[in-house]
């Protein structure tokens, strides 16, 4: 903690240092394949997007996201190595060559796409930043929270967010920050805080999990920020960009085609040339981007169509069940939109 | 001959650390200093908008650490010289309620003692709406201990009310500080006790001796003839307690308190650069922690000349 926290920077700061990571331009994937191990990096515990569970076994929309490369890179979405990240340690940890790729609900931001040496590849969730406040304060709209003090995380675009927006209102708050997470809730549950804020996603578990009383607290209708969450990569090496990129494509477009998990097989014989192209019975896309021409295939096979990840971590089938809303099709009113695979 | 080959090494490592980083894309510098931060600090000595440069919230956050390290600093030097003094007590109950105080503190981690005080006095006041108050415009509650204030909008003083949310206006002592003062004071008193113990049974027992034999009645004794010996070596460890005492004001983080290091991870955050804000924190922990050693170097020069006259 503190310092402490600080101070376990000092291997990646090393690596950095010393030049030790393996990633040079265009050596990624080579370097995956020699390993037969794909590094991700995770959170170091987010339900429904990447936590491990009782059997230390991760999973996760951002987990998922992973597999879902492991398989289409190295026919095996179980060979990959999963690296708890906590928010300070995570850029660092991707721009050292530590992990392959950043898949941690990271908030894809100006700053952090040009000045960090890396790229945000695709958004595998929408998000945004909301509030969660006791019944007992009658408050309808975040609007209402003047000079409220509000609990919050550390480590996050959460703190900026929260001021920028007060501002804007013209409305002054007093934000306290904590490092970890349990304290930051413990804190708002004792009622040291009259309202917390987070990611909406994390608001609705929160409530029903981590309340006592899951009924005498509300979310308020207010989204204050756009939080458009996916993987990062590092700079440099523009193939293994373009995989985690079409990877996650490959997994939207497969859902808009219908194809699944369940149906993969069959779909395979379709005459349809859009899923011709995806599950390469017809052409080998997987040739351009450096791999299998049954790439996709394998990706859908590991983790389902992007619509079944979501289902599965963090909609209807998860204890999360948070709605399809923004993130739904784009052909279902939603803003999940795939360049063609063709 | 040392201090150059050390000097060598770590412009050697800056540099390489730079050609990396400029290698892979990085921006580095210290120009994210000048930018606004973007960001509140909750509670600050030093007046802070979101709006001011980030080098501006860095110092709040310093001034936030040094707001509750010197005056821990304070409350547990005195209260660690009365524990250490108990021990050496003629009074058998004292003497073990001394003890069992040094052993209890000294052994239990101390971020461990900052969440259960912290969590221990959120847990106990009442809520914000429901607030206490306990004289004219000084109210207690979960929010903290709400004071008037010099200045504000209106008159002399700025005074706390009870508002839609609670207390609003005044000055507020929150939780998160109240738990890591005494956190912090109560830690490190153990650790003083201990110093203060030492130094007074390292003077000989030939000194007590005569010095009572002389007549000396035993005020008299310990502040003319052990006092002034014990100084001389009880200020150089004395003086490490209180750097310690700086350096873990750093927990605070994990009780919600905005000191330099919280201050610094946010930073870090907003701005990915890692490199730059841990030099900043390990810069401003190294001249805080020569500072104070140069000060007690200074206070133990002084004690040598006192001893010598006494």
Excluded at chain 1, 11 to 40: E, M, N, Y
Excluded at chain 1, 129 to 141: D, E, H, M, Y
Excluded at chain 2, 83 to 106: D, K, M
Aim: proline fraction near 5%.
């Amino acid at each position: 903690m503190g310092i402490l926290n600080l101070m376990r920077h000092f291997p990646v700061a090393i690596a950095l240092l010393l030049h030790l990571s393996p990633a040079l331009a265009g050596k990624t994937l080579d370097t995956i394949r020699q390993r037969a191990q794909l590094v991700c990096g995770v959170s170091t515990g987010v339900i429904g997007f990447s936590s491990a569970d009782s059997q230390g076994r991760w999973n996760g929309l951002d987990v998922d996201v992973c597999r879902a490369i492991a398989a289409a890179v190295l026919n095996d979405p179980n060979k990959v190595k999963y690296v708890p990240l906590n928010a300070q340690q995570r850029f660092t940890a991707l721009q050292s060559g530590e992990v392959d790729i950043l898949s941690r609900n990271t908030t894809w931001t100006l700053t952090r796409d040009a000045s960090l040496g890396l790229h945000f590849t695709a958004v595998t969730y929408y998000d945004g930043q909301g509030f969660l406040v006791p019944k007992k304060l009658k408050i309808t709209s975040a609007k209402q929270l003047k000079n409220a003090e509000i609990c919050v995380q550390s480590g996050t675009t959460t703190e900026k967010n929260l001021s920028d927006w007060f501002k804007a209102q013209g409305i002054k708050i007093k934000p306290v920050v904590f490092e970890k997470f349990e304290a930051s809730i413990k804190a708002f549950f004792s009622g040291r805080c009259q309202a917390y804020t987070t990611d909406a996603s994390a608001l609705a578990f929160i409530r029903s999990k981590e309340a006592p009383q899951p009924d005498d607290y509300v979310v308020l209708p207010e989204l204050i920020s756009k939080e458009p969450l996916g993987p990062v990569v590092r700079r440099g090496d523009d193939e293994w960009f373009a995989i985690v990129k079409w990877v996650i494509f490959a997994l939207i477009e497969a859902e808009e085609y219908g194809v699944t998990q369940a149906n993969l097989e069959q779909m395979k014989a379709s005459t349809d040339p859009a899923i011709q192209r995806l599950l390469g019975s017809a052409e080998d896309s997987g040739k351009l981007l450096g791999l299998e021409r049954d790439w996709a295939a394998r990706a859908v096979k590991a983790v389902g169509n992007y619509g079944e990840m979501h289902q599965r971590n963090v909609g209807s089938a998860s204890p999360l069940k948070l709605p399809r809303g923004v993130n739904a099709l784009w052909s279902k009113g939603g803003l999940m939109y795939a360049p063609p695979i063709r | 001959m040392l201090a150059a080959a050390l000097l060598a090494t770590l412009w050697w490592l800056l540099d390489v650390t730079a050609a990396n980083m400029a290698e892979r894309g990085i921006r580095s510098g210290f120009g994210f200093l000048l930018e606004p931060a973007g960001f509140a600090i909750g509670e600050s000595l030093l007046p802070f908008d979101s709006a001011d440069s980030t080098l501006r919230a860095l110092a709040a956050g310093l001034a936030n650490t040094l707001r509750v390290a010197l005056p821990a600093i304070v409350i547990s030097s005195v209260l660690g010289t009365l524990i250490g003094l108990g021990r050496l007590s003629s009074n058998l109950l004292l003497r073990g309620r001394c003890a069992a105080y040094v052993e209890t503190l000294r052994n239990v981690p101390l971020l461990l003692q900052l969440l259960a005080w912290y969590f221990v006095v959120t847990d106990l006041l009442p809520l914000a709406s429901e607030a206490q108050q306990l004289a004219p415009y000084v109210f207690l509650s979960k929010s903290g201990l709400a004071l008037p204030w010099p200045g504000g909008d209106s008159g002399l003083f700025d005074l706390p009310l009870r508002g839609a949310m609670g207390i609003a206006g005044g000055a507020a002592l929150t939780p998160e500080f109240l738990a890591l003062l005494l956190g912090l004071s109560l830690y490190t008193a153990a650790y003083v006790a201990e110093t203060v113990r030492a130094g007074i049974q390292a003077v000989p027992r030939g000194q007590s001796d005569a010095a009572l034999a002389l007549g000396m009645t035993r005020i008299q004794l310990f502040r003319l003839v052990l006092l002034p010996q014990a100084l001389r070596s009880i200020i150089p460890p004395l003086t490490n307690q209180h750097l310690s005492l700086t350096k873990n004001a750093s927990l605070a983080v994990a009780i919600g308190y905005p000191d330099l290091v919280s201050v610094a991870n946010t930073t870090l955050n907003q701005t990915g650069r890692a490199a730059e804000c841990i030099a900043l924190i390990m810069a401003v922990y190294l001249i805080l922690s020569l500072l104070t050693a140069w000060l007690s170097g200074w206070l133990e020069r002084r004690s040598g000349r006192w001893a010598e006259r006494a």
